[in-house]
């Protein structure tokens, strides 16, 4: 069993972060890598928001809210009540001590670092050892198509709680956007033990990563093996709108649909529950195991099946 | 006695906002225009933010702090301790609450408003019917000259918490701001009742204003009679560094070295108490009135004295 070498783990937000915290508590940090989707990045009341990259830090911080799934533990929100009682946007909630990382995050971004710099400041004061990267430092922006017309994520997600029915996606900016460099080296980088796309949504967190000029054929050509864990658990997403934008693209709600998403890309796949048909001709190969993940155990168990699935 | 008019405040922070909020107590709403300072003002962590402005409309909203003397009542500061263990710049306070009035007027500078329009839609959000306007538009910073160099105000005040010893003042870019027209219009309004230079700061608070062009000349001008009050208490300020900023110019601690600073604007100067050689040949009329603001009666109290004296 090859048990050296590093790991790099793609990650969205509140899902994947479990996972990536499962992996940054079973592995040394210098061996993990997390690279985290932007295409939920946006500018709202002058302030940089990286909401996949925040859940990421949150969880690998200690700071994640395990109750609400989203945000810090222990958040307040003062600042929320008082732009609402000054007629303020009040559509996207923001914490009292979230509001920190926006606004140093948005200071160092004016001062001219780079996404990646600011991220790794942050991680840095916040005490995270693991490395933690945004997909790339040139903005892209996740838009749906919807029956109430095209719209930014964030205005789907928060402001319209995906109420829309939607019709496609785009990833703005995204083909003219440099992936982060160690997404490109994935295609020849003999130091990897795995790639892990961690359990978030295939077409909202992960396909803005593929949409990269190049990172889809360099995670197809990676040498190392690349396993995928199922959003899905119990035939329903543990959170968020992946069943819903499933069944609005014409999906089966299924391990199979996400099997077929990431045809020729995974080795392997981790799902909760096998499905008739799920093993394909030229498919990933499929490991059942639990994962649903409420405990801090329960993710340091599927990260490290994942690790063994690797091997 | 002429009862009928506007009264025009001039007004820097906490303490010329007492009696700001004194004269809104006792005049209809239509009565009282409130211009305020803004050579305080600063971009702070990408923010725009304006200390007097803020000070007099958090006194006139009802929601100023009567303990700590600034910023507003019930505030919590969640948003500062997440920003200091982020290693973000953590010396200019900045509450939960009072935050949003800041990321609400940034916003609304960054749409295009004008700090004119940005301020009305602040104070008419928080229910304020006086009109409060800053004293212009265009940027204007007092910085200090000390022994340690020269300083931006909110470096020196806030800071250096006004160690440094001062050697001279300069309020950056006032000679190209314009005035607001209510400052212009002094020396021919014909409809007011008085103008009052509230018990602020002469030197910080009240010259950046004077110092914008034509604004000496108009208040010298000025039909109504100009009353001031001294911001000296028993012989030192409330609050804040007057006293020794006063001392540092070469200046007497007195309410004759106010008198004589505002030679030939002022009509009225009211004093907590008579010195010797306070009345000059020339110089303003004397009244003497208990100026010390504690509670809100001393505040209307003086707001009256102030109208009475105008009269």
Not at 148 to 153: D, I, M, S, V
Request: proline letters at 6%; one cysteine or more.
């Amino acid at each position: 069993m090859r048990r050296t070498g590093r790991v790099l783990a793609i990650s969205g937000g509140v899902g994947g972060a479990k996972l990536a915290l499962g992996l940054a508590r079973v592995l040394p940090p210098e061996a993990l890598d997390i690279v985290v989707n932007t295409g939920d990045d946006f500018r709202h009341l002058g302030l940089a928001i990286s909401p996949d990259l925040d859940s990421v830090l949150y969880a690998l911080a200690g700071l994640a809210d395990g109750e609400r799934g989203w945000g810090r533990a222990g958040e307040t929100w003062q600042f929320m009540a008082a732009l609402r009682a000054l007629g303020g946007e009040d559509w996207f909630a923001l914490g009292d001590l979230d509001l920190a990382t926006h606004v140093e995050r948005t200071r160092r971004l004016a001062a001219g670092e780079t996404l990646t710099q600011a991220t790794a400041a942050l991680a840095q004061a916040l005490g995270v050892q693991v490395r933690l990267l945004p997909m790339s430092d040139d903005p892209v922006a996740t838009v749906v198509d919807t029956d109430e017309g095209r719209l930014a994520f964030q205005h789907y997600f928060v402001r319209r709680r995906c109420e829309p029915r939607l019709t496609g996606l785009h990833f703005e900016g995204a083909q003219h956007a440099r992936p982060a460099p160690e997404l490109l080296a994935l295609g020849q980088d003999a130091s990897l033990r795995a790639v892990v796309l961690c359990p978030s949504n295939p077409w909202l967190s992960v396909d803005p990563l593929l949409a990269l000029p190049g990172v889809r054929a360099a995670l197809a050509a990676c040498p190392a093996p690349v396993v995928a864990v199922s959003p899905l658990v119990a035939g329903k997403a543990v959170k968020g709108p992946t069943a819903k934008l499933m069944a609005e693209l014409g999906l089966q709600v299924s391990h199979r649909s996400i099997a077929q998403h990431y045809a020729g890309l995974v080795d392997v796949l981790l799902v909760d529950a096998d499905e008739p048909g799920l093993a394909m001709p030229g498919g990933p190969r499929i490991v059942v195991v639990p994962t649903l993940m409420n405990t801090l155990d329960d993710r340091e168990r599927l990260a490290q099946a994942v690790l063994e699935a690797a091997s």
